[in-house]
């Protein structure tokens, strides 16, 4: 057998623990026996988890559904060969929204990158219970059956062979438990980015002129994943499809966008600033002068994205028609 199977009364009361043994045929090495021990315990509720490296072996005890859930683990992960895509859902005995899923991660190419990915849906779908198992890169979640199908919608976006095509990604739609309004869920891929830091700069621009709360990056494809309200996702595909564009040398600003509450959002190039230092220069001098909190850059092509009121964006638009003048008189 491949695991005994020991019951035995820890009371006379209904309820009783249950231990159980299971014997490790496949996941080798004291770390990765380690690792899955801990995953057992965060995943299926186990206090008393002790993995024996020697002997290969973890030993369980606690109510019949936490041994349950832990068996699930072990059929699932103590094999020759994982699978190379997910498990089937595992519903979690007296909860119907009580769901555990594994999802395997081949394309992640380095354990950091596998752990990126991990941090993105933890955050996005507000899993509390996320557990990583490095060598077969398995990604072992637990949450609700809303939780679980984000997760499933971001592990089949993210984990894309380096080789494959892609293109932004529909619009999932989360349930609204928290009455926020924050459900759509959508990864933007950025390839017109040459650098993590031009990725990261476009990602902090996004984060802080849509004012959204939840944007996470995966380095690895250049795929920004973003949480929000549909006017905040709609003005980032705006944003970042705008930053895609090159520059013409004619281009001067984009057309201004209005959002819901009135605010105007429009992105100037000022692309006569000599170095990014001066770029920069320009972009504090316009946030001092206008009293505007939104004005954030993006280096590469001299783009400046700017929120506020039309009159606040108007007083920008003039600021830098006056500092165009100003430089082509020299």
């Known amino acids: 057998m491949r695991a005994t199977l020991i019951l035995f009364a820890m009371s006379a009361a209904i309820g009783q623990d249950v231990s159980r043994v299971f014997h490790l045929h496949h996941i080798d090495g004291e770390k990765d026996q380690q690792e899955f021990a801990a995953m057992v315990r965060t995943i299926s509720d186990i206090r008393q988890a002790f993995p024996d490296t020697a002997q290969k072996t973890l030993s369980v005890t606690g109510p019949a559904a936490q041994i349950a859930t832990a068996e699930f683990l072990y059929t699932e992960l103590d094999r020759q060969t994982v699978p190379d895509s997910v498990s089937q859902e595992y519903k979690v005995a007296n909860n119907a929204d009580d769901v555990v899923r594994l999802f395997f991660l081949p394309n992640t190419a380095t354990i950091q990158a ?21 060598t077969p890169r398995t990604l072992a979640v637990r949450g609700t059956a809303d939780q679980i199908a984000a997760a499933a919608f971001m592990v089949n976006e993210l984990n894309q062979p380096a080789s494959a095509k892609k293109a932004d990604s529909r619009v999932y739609q989360m349930i609204d438990t928290g009455n926020h309004g924050e459900t759509a869920v959508r990864v933007f891929y950025l390839p017109y980015t040459s650098t993590i830091q031009q990725f990261q700069e476009v990602a902090t621009l996004t984060r802080t002129i849509a004012e959204i709360r939840r944007v996470f990056t995966y380095n690895a494809t250049k795929a920004m994943v973003v949480r929000g309200t549909a006017d905040q996702l709609a003005l980032t595909d705006w944003m970042v499809h705008e930053l895609a564009k090159p520059v013409d040398p004619s281009t001067l600003a984009s057309q201004p966008y209005t959002m819901d509450d009135q605010s105007v959002v429009r992105v100037f190039y000022v692309k006569d600033a000599p170095t990014v230092a001066a770029f920069q220069q320009v972009a504090t001098q316009i946030r001092t002068a206008t009293q505007i909190r939104r004005v954030f850059t993006y280096n590469a092509t001299k783009a400046m994205a700017v929120r506020g009121t ?8 003039q600021m830098l028609q006056d500092r165009a003048r100003q430089v082509a008189a020299k």
């Open 114 to 134: 596998f752990q990126e990915v991990a941090t993105t849906i933890r955050t996005i779908a507000e899993i509390r219970r996320v557990y990583t198992f490095n």
């Open 310 to 317: 039309a009159a606040q964006l108007a007083m920008v638009d």
